[in-house]
């Protein structure tokens, strides 16, 4: 099995910062992309997405704004988020495609950890 564990989230004003982190554990040969959604009322919704070689992605309303960084050694993910706005408060989940020792590919999500925009 594999597992993925977030930490990171919390209340922060309108302009202020945090960093999310999403360490993968388990049964890994290999991780390959890791990514951040959130929670939006309609869908889960991509925030960022960066692959093993480290080609990152962004939803246009984070860019600029957010950074996707990984450490490979650690099989960890991280979301900068700077400028934090109202609009930026959700669950935010950890995702990650991996290839387990048996081997098989599958999808591991994480269980979410709130960030709250608020004054």
């Known amino acids: 099995q594999v597992h993925l564990v977030e930490s990171g989230g919390g209340l922060v004003q309108p302009g202020g910062s945090l960093r999310l982190s999403c360490a993968a554990s388990?049964?890994?040969?290999?991780?390959?992309?890791m990514g951040w959604y959130r929670q939006a009322p309609e869908q889960r919704e991509l925030v960022a997405r960066i692959?093993?070689?480290?080609?990152?992605n962004y939803a246009d309303s984070v860019k600029g704004r957010f950074t996707i960084s990984r450490d490979n050694a650690k099989n960890t993910v991280y979301l900068e988020m700077n400028s934090l706005k109202p609009e930026d408060a959700a669950v935010y989940y950890c995702?990650?495609?991996?290839?387990?020792?048996?081997?098989?590919?599958?999808?591991?999500w994480g269980q979410g950890t709130l960030v709250t925009v608020s004054s």
């Open positions: 388990g049964s890994i040969f290999m991780v390959n992309a």
């Open positions: 995702n990650a495609d991996v290839l387990t020792m048996e081997p098989r590919s599958v999808q591991v």
């Open positions: 692959t093993s070689r480290g080609i990152s």
